[in-house]
């Protein structure tokens, strides 16, 4: 499997080799995900799609190759230089903005307000309180 970009990448991977106890899943994989970009992976039920995934989080150690982050093996780095890396990736100015131009995650509605439960469930909890019934 290789997937190659021209966009710059922070975050890559070199020929890894990600599996559990004797089974490799996610074998000699090439990858660069660019940044700025949506990335998706996409495949069939038990392809291995969330081992891929727990490579880069630092969730599986890789058998052999490497997760790169800014040149360097991610699992090798400090817990604290990752968080910054991603911190400065959230970060980044050229993210997309909001419906209206404003601060980036004000494209969203706010939620609507808290229903009330239906009036037989809020008798039984003055009920419960010592409330007289309606």
Partial sequence: MTATTTAPTRLSARELTLGYTGTAV????????????????????????????????RLLKPRSGAVLLDGEAI???????VARAAR???????????????????SW?????????????????RRRRGAPPD
């Fill in 26 to 57: 996610v074998q000699g994989l090439d990858l660069q995900i660019p940044d700025g970009k949506v990335t998706v992976i996409v495949g069939a039920n038990a392809c291995g799609k969330s081992t891929l995934l727990r490579g880069p989080a």
């Fill in 109 to 125: 509605s706010p939620p609507p307000p808290r229903c009330l439960p239906p009036l037989d469930e809020r008798r039984r909890g």
């Fill in 88 to 106: 400065a990736a959230a970060a980044e100015p050229d993210r997309p903005r909001g419906r209206d131009g404003g601060r980036p995650g004000q």
């Fill in 75 to 81: 699992h090798r780095l400090a817990t604290k230089q």
